[in-house]
């Protein structure tokens, strides 16, 4: 049993249905991030946990209490929204302990809760400011503190920094997952940004088309995704999905693919299990930081595999420079440190980390596990 159980939960409008039998137990202090594309059913969801939409089937448990039809004001629950949801009229700290006023907190308790959630979120010198006279991140801080005084069971996040530019994002990521640690508090967080889901979970369940695709740690989402899906969506660059052809070289399984001349390379694979798949077609499945050059390959992998090939574009980024070529058909794209030699028409001696490789089969897309 979970601190927050979603057991087999569904929601339809009229026939339609739109989450299907989705099952999470969310513990007491982790950080769920839900993610997913537009209209994958992750707001809904948080919906369902909030109160503000209704279930169709299954039941929502908080602290193994059923809050299936339960007021949202009795759900002891404390949400953030994307829009902040302030009221304009009040000042930051008539805003931050308005929800206990009314629900019949004291004053003196009110007031320590405020300068104590203010502190925490160094806001304390904003308090007698009203929304209008604040920055985007200082308002969403008021909107976070309003839920931290409230000391709810159960945390929502709902997108809460698509509203801030680009460095304000990272800077309250940063906050956020500090105020995190610090609180140990139960989060669940939606976002369609999976460099946020990535850096802020502790789990995080990758959601389409009202579908839980994977649940788990970022590693294990990152490192082997369940499906064609997840490997596709999580990671930026994307995985590299390449076509090849399980063939069996010296006892060992490897994948054929072919190279910008159309000429056939082996790559010897890590999963000995493939070796059922002789002869049969797989999708070979490589972050770009698994192709390198041979000095910046891992010195800890037992399965560096070298692929001769003809780069095509090189595209400095700072820190890093990716590299694309031509694989069976597809581009795929390589990482590698700033300094590398290559430049586009050039033959190079790419070496690739087949440890770090999966294998999806092409009629499911799911990834093999034999």
Known sequence: MGFLDIRNVTKSYGNVEVLHRVDIEVQEGEFLVLVGPSGCGKSTLLNMIAGLEGITGGEIAIKDRVVNGVHPSKRNIAMVFQSYALYPNMTVGQNM????????????????????????LQIDHLLDRKPGQLSGGQRQRVAMGRALVRDPDVFLFDEPLSNLDAKLRVDMRTEIKKLHHKLKTTIVYVTHDQI??????TRIAVMNKGYVQQLGTPKEIYDTPANLFVATFMGSPAMNIIPATVVMEGGQPHAAVTDAEGAVQN????????????????????????????????????????LKNTVTVTEPSGADTFVTMPLSGKDVIARMRADAAVAPGQAFDFAVNMEKAVAFDPATEERITA
Do not use: C, Y
């Open 97 to 120: 302990t308005f929800g206990l006023e009314m629900h019949g907190v004291p004053k003196p308790e009110r007031e320590k809760a405020l300068a104590s959630v203010a502190k925490l």
């Open 196 to 201: 946020e889901a990535m850096t802020l979970s």
């Open 267 to 306: 790559l010897r694979l890590s999963q000995a299990g493939l070796a059922g798949w002789e002869g049969k077609p797989i999708f070979l499945g490589i972050r770009p930081e698994a192709i390198t050059d041979p000095e910046g390959a891992d010195r800890g992998s037992a399965n560096v595999q070298s």
